[in-house]
């Protein structure tokens, strides 16, 4: 069974900074997903990667498929960003579903 | 497009009552599937379907049926509740194409069920 550890678990910031968020797992993987769960909840999806790097707006995540490590990032947060960021890998085929991160709650205050 | 829909929102119920939670999408997705989400824990796979007609267990199915008669709904029952089944349960859909798991996925709000 693949680990997936994201650190850290909890994250306080102020607006304007400059957030990594960071996942790793124990087995090879053939891809990656972030995803964001709202206060309120409900969940999307953010990113997809199997390798480099994706960028959307103000969220680039990256991945290095051989040192098993991931790691999205947020420029000029801002408190909308506050959320839980969770990291999802696909093994295999991918026909057996995701394996799923802890979660990491970040908190951006004004 | 409504997205994915799962009915109800919140449920309390008795060690031992039935219930069904119903999830379903209007994308015309072949992939869904259930997770159930606990504190400290990551989301995890019940059952899954990669079709109508066709389900299969995930990572813990104890407890749990599923059937897959349309390709847009797909029931989760609970034959017997338990305490143990309190969680936040997630209805999940996305097309299959390559496989499911490299495809955007698709979350319901989710429904937050409590076992007393």
């Known amino acids: 069974k693949n680990e997936v550890e994201q650190s850290p678990q909890n994250l306080t910031a102020q607006e304007g900074e400059f957030i990594t968020i960071n996942c790793s797992y124990s087995?090879?993987?053939?891809?990656l997903h972030w995803l964001q769960q709202h206060p309120g909840g409900g969940i999307v999806s953010l990113f997809m990667?199997?390798?480099g790097k994706k960028k959307h707006g103000r969220l680039i995540a990256t991945i290095n498929i051989q040192e098993k490590h991931s790691s999205l990032h947020i420029t000029a947060s801002h408190p909308r960003d506050s959320a839980v960021y969770i990291c999802?890998?696909?093994?295999?085929?991918?026909?057996?579903?995701?394996?799923f991160g802890k979660g990491t709650h970040l908190i951006i205050q004004p | 497009n409504a997205g994915v829909t799962q009915t109800p929102k919140f449920q309390v119920l008795k060690t031992g009552q039935s219930m069904t939670l119903q999830c379903a999408q209007d994308?015309?997705?072949?992939?869904m599937s259930w997770y159930r989400q606990d504190p400290g824990m990551g989301l995890r796979l019940i059952h899954y379907?990669?079709?109508?007609?066709?389900?299969d267990q995930g990572e813990v199915p104890n407890g749990y049926n599923v059937s897959r008669s349309t390709t847009e709904d797909f029931p989760l029952r609970l034959l017997s509740a338990a305490p143990s089944q309190t969680s936040v349960y997630f209805c999940?859909?996305?097309?299959?194409?390559?496989?499911?798991?490299?495809?955007?996925?698709?979350f319901g709000p989710g429904t937050r069920l409590t076992v007393l």
């Open positions: 990667l199997s390798s």
């Open positions: 087995v090879g993987i053939s891809a």
């Open positions: 999802a890998v696909v093994v295999g085929g991918g026909a057996d579903g995701l394996t």
């Open positions: 379907s990669v079709g109508a007609g066709i389900t």
């Open positions: 999940a859909s996305s097309y299959i194409g390559q496989a499911p798991s490299y495809n955007e996925q698709f």
């Open positions: 994308m015309n997705h072949e992939y």
